[in-house]
């Protein structure tokens, strides 16, 4: 063990912290972390937990779900700068103007979102439940924000009208069809599993369109030995770790979230030493936001 790690770990204990990570963080910040999970697990995880801190390793979106779940927590991101480029495509002006625009229409918003955002919405969604909240909410018309590529998989359930805002992932819009296609020729036996944050024409290729969190399981219950992933590359960590006997593979070229890798260890170090950077939602942005994921809690 690394003199780093044993010293992450002895203050983890000190100060009653707990680490969570995301499935795209690095090997390492995955090993050391006590739960790792996509986002509907950290959202719930961070409203189950026992301890003064939550070090969160992955982006502001998810460290503010879990301070809004748990006010009462000191809740860290471990880099200041570690933002989810798709959370910033819409804010709650832009927001407030589509709701003018479709008064009728109930808002259902992608959890990677900033809080003001989540404050004017009805029901958060992350990509393990959007379909579901979609095809239950009490409304025929919804406003989707800020995923297209997600909002536009969901109606394919539904006969809702879905309304769109333009927003995306630059990492999963970058796997392009004809790579993922030349992937499965390379690999004819493996299923291709594909996230919903991909475009529609990767996803007509998929054999299941999956949450990380469900590609993860997926791969443990499906007997084929090896696969084709279309999402960022960190999961196949986990993937490998938990399956030894198959074999992982990314569809097309490895893709990275530059901001999910910022977070390396010497980071949880001083943010564990400093207590930095500590998430602080404003009390009235966070009640309402509160009720929007609570809502989605529900949905389960
Ligand atoms: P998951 O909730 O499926 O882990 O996805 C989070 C994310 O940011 C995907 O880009
Ligand atoms: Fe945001 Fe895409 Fe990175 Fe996920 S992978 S955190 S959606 S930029």
């Known amino acids: ?58 982006v502001i979106f998810m460290a503010e779900t879990a301070k809004i779940l748990a006010p009462d927590k000191k809740v860290l991101l471990p880099v200041k700068t570690a933002g989810c480029p798709m959370a910033d495509m819409i804010n709650a002006e832009q927001l407030a103007e589509l709701k003018k625009q479709h008064p009728k ?6 959890v990677n979102s900033n809080a003001e955002v989540k404050a004017l919405t009805d029901v958060c969604c992350t990509s393990a439940n959007a379909v579901k909240i979609v095809q239950n909410i009490d409304a025929d018309e919804i406003i989707f924000v800020p995923d297209k590529n997600l909002g536009a998989y969901c109606q394919r359930f539904t006969e809702k009208k879905i309304i769109l805002w333009d927003g995306h992932c630059y990492v999963h819009n970058r796997i392009s069809p004809s790579e993922v296609r030349e992937a499965k020729t390379q690999l004819p036996d493996a299923p291709l599993l594909v996230h919903p944050e991909c475009t529609s024409q990767v996803i007509d290729l998929a054999d299941a369109v999956l949450s990380t969190a469900g590609m993860l399981k997926y791969v443990k219950e499906h007997n084929a030995n090896r696969f084709i992933v279309a999402t960022e590359e960190g999961i196949i960590h986990r993937m490998k770790k938990e399956n030894p006997n198959k074999q992982f593979y990314s569809a097309g070229t490895a893709k990275f ?19 930095q950077f500590e998430i602080v939602v404003d009390k009235e942005i966070a009640k309402k936001a509160k009720a929007s994921l609570d809502k989605m809690l529900e949905y389960l």
């Not at 910040?29 to 992955?58: H, P, R, T, W, Y």
């Not at 229409?105 to 992608?110: G, L, M, P, S």
């Not at 979230?257 to 207590?275: A, D, I, P, R």
């Open 1 to 58: 063990m690394s003199d780093v790690v044993k010293e992450i770990k002895s203050l983890k204990k000190k100060k009653n912290a707990i680490i969570v990570a995301h499935n795209y963080q690095y090997p390492e910040i995955q090993d050391i972390a006590d739960f790792v999970g996509d986002s509907l697990e950290l959202a719930k995880k961070a409203s189950e937990l026992k301890n003064d801190i939550i070090v969160f390793c992955g």
């Open 105 to 110: 229409a109930k808002v259902v918003t992608y």
């Open 257 to 275: 979230c530059v901001n999910m890798k910022k977070t390396k260890l010497s980071n949880v170090l001083e943010s564990l030493e400093n207590e």
